[in-house]
């Protein structure tokens, strides 16, 4: 296997295609070449590429380079308060050693079901920018995940950075990790929950699914008993239903299918309740 370590984006792209892949953390590549799930050709390390690790917040907007790492999230003031529910997935990320070395990027790039930052990103209506030797482009990452680690990245480009809207003081959130211990472990069902109201009506819903089907997904169903209302007892179940009905998850060795899709509707219900401020158990 040929490596490479790229001193500007251009080099790297220059180095693009033919069997090559991207490097950064490597966290996700690594093992993955180490115990025979891919090959490449061609490592281009772009781990040096400082102008790809930054968050800023420019024309409106949050925009995070591709390189910034889990840590940076947590170190990020912006972060914290204009997009809480990605703050709260980095915390449960991995551990510390892993969430200095991943990055935004390639935890995106991997396309795991399971991604712990897919959930938030889609329920911000993050927007990935692209870039190729033939120019950018950028793309909503609800239309970048295609299948079973597989996105819709071409094979020559390399995502830059992710943008997101911050979230507003109206805006409520929550976000959810079910694990089978509190550190290292991956999701066996990702939930974030973000609701833009206006005084007591929901105008806006999104919530982001993860580890429940082939891909990280918007609930959109669930989102549809929400927008537009003044939310309770039961839009929430509606919606919780609707969540539920909607995952596609499968068996394995950290789950099973049925109890996945039941805890899409349970964490759905909760997280509506605490973004809202509502009591979790009816008084009796």
């Known amino acids: 296997m040929e490596f ?3 001193t500007s984006v251009d080099e790297a792209l220059a180095a693009a295609g033919d069997g090559a892949a991207f490097v950064a953390g490597g966290t996700n590549l690594v093992p993955d070449v180490l115990f025979g799930r891919k090959k490449i050709a061609r490592a281009v390390d772009i781990s040096r590429l400082d102008e790809l690790r930054f968050i800023e917040e420019a024309d409106g907007k949050i925009r995070i380079g591709a390189l910034a790492t889990v840590t940076d999230l947590l170190d990020s003031g912006l972060i914290r308060d204009a997009a809480s529910p990605l ?3 980095a915390l449960e990320f991995a551990g510390p050693l892993v969430r200095n070395r991943a990055s935004v990027a390639g935890n995106l790039m991997d396309a795991s079901p399971a991604a712990d930052l897919a959930p ?4 911000q209506d993050a927007v990935v920018e692209l870039a190729s ?8 990452l609800s239309e970048f995940f295609l299948d079973y680690r597989k996105t819709a990245a071409r094979p020559e480009e390399l995502m830059t950075a992710v943008v997101i809207d911050p979230l507003g003081t109206a805006d409520r959130c929550a976000y959810y990790k079910l694990q089978l211990r509190r550190a290292m472990a991956i999701a066996v069902v990702g939930v974030a929950v973000i609701l833009r109201m206006e005084e007591s009506v929901c105008a806006e819903a999104a919530i982001g699914m993860g580890a429940v ?7 959109r169903a669930a989102e549809a008993h929400l927008r537009g ?10 919606a919780a239903a609707a969540a539920a009905d909607g995952a596609r998850p499968i068996d ?12 899409c509707g349970v964490l759905v219900r909760r997280l509506l309740k605490k973004a809202l401020g509502m009591p979790q158990i ?3």
Do not use: F, N, Q, W
């Not at 938030?120 to 329920?123: K, R």
């Not at 030797?133 to 909503?140: H, K, N, V």
């Open 229 to 238: 209302k003044e939310i309770g007892e039961a839009e929430i179940e509606a």
């Open 213 to 219: 089907a082939a891909v990280p997904y918007r609930a």
């Open 4 to 6: 490479l370590r790229a």
């Open 120 to 123: 938030p990103l889609l329920a």
């Open 133 to 140: 030797a033939e120019g950018e482009r950028t793309l909503p």
């Open 282 to 284: 009816a008084a009796v």
């Open 87 to 89: 703050y709260e997935s």
């Open 252 to 263: 394995d060795v950290r789950a099973s299918a049925a109890y996945r899709r039941k805890m």
